[in-house]
């Protein structure tokens, strides 16, 4: 199975910009094309899905209150998938812990039950 690994997570002020990577490497479900995606958990609340890319890279969804401020992009390798979720006009309410995840199949999904292989998650912090 994938194995999921996220970086880039720190502290840093509201206003301020921040980029998160992720790397899937290996099969889902004996597939190489899988679909990836960010989701976040902030504290108290349920895991919540924030932005999906489909295999191509072309394909790309966001949650409402990120929409115009944060950017998925995606760069594959020979079985590895790559993906950057590029945050701008950072929010104290965007402090979270973020998942990075990867599911079989073409389709953005929203819930997390889609989603197969898991990262450990990356701390964002964002103070005001």
């Known amino acids: 199975q994938a194995q999921v690994v996220e970086s880039g997570g720190g502290l840093v002020q509201a206003g301020s910009s921040l980029r998160l990577s992720c790397t899937a490497s290996?099969?889902?479900?004996?597939?190489?094309?899988?679909?990836m995606a960010w989701f976040r958990q902030a504290p108290g609340k349920e895991r919540a899905f924030v932005a999906g890319?489909?295999?191509?890279?072309?394909?790309?969804?966001?949650a409402e209150p990120v929409q115009g401020r944060f950017s998925i992009s995606r760069q594959n390798a020979e079985n590895t998938g790559t993906i950057f979720l590029q945050m701008n006009s950072l929010k104290s309410e965007d402090t979270a812990i973020y998942y990075c995840?990867?599911?079989?199949?073409?389709?953005?999904?929203?819930?997390?039950?889609?989603?197969?292989?898991w990262g450990q998650g990356t701390q964002v912090t964002v103070s005001s």
């Open positions: 890319v489909d295999y191509s890279g072309r394909r790309v969804e966001y």
């Open positions: 995840a990867a599911k079989p199949g073409l389709k953005i999904e929203y819930n997390t039950g889609a989603y197969a292989q």
């Open positions: 290996g099969r889902i479900s004996n597939s190489y094309f899988y679909t």
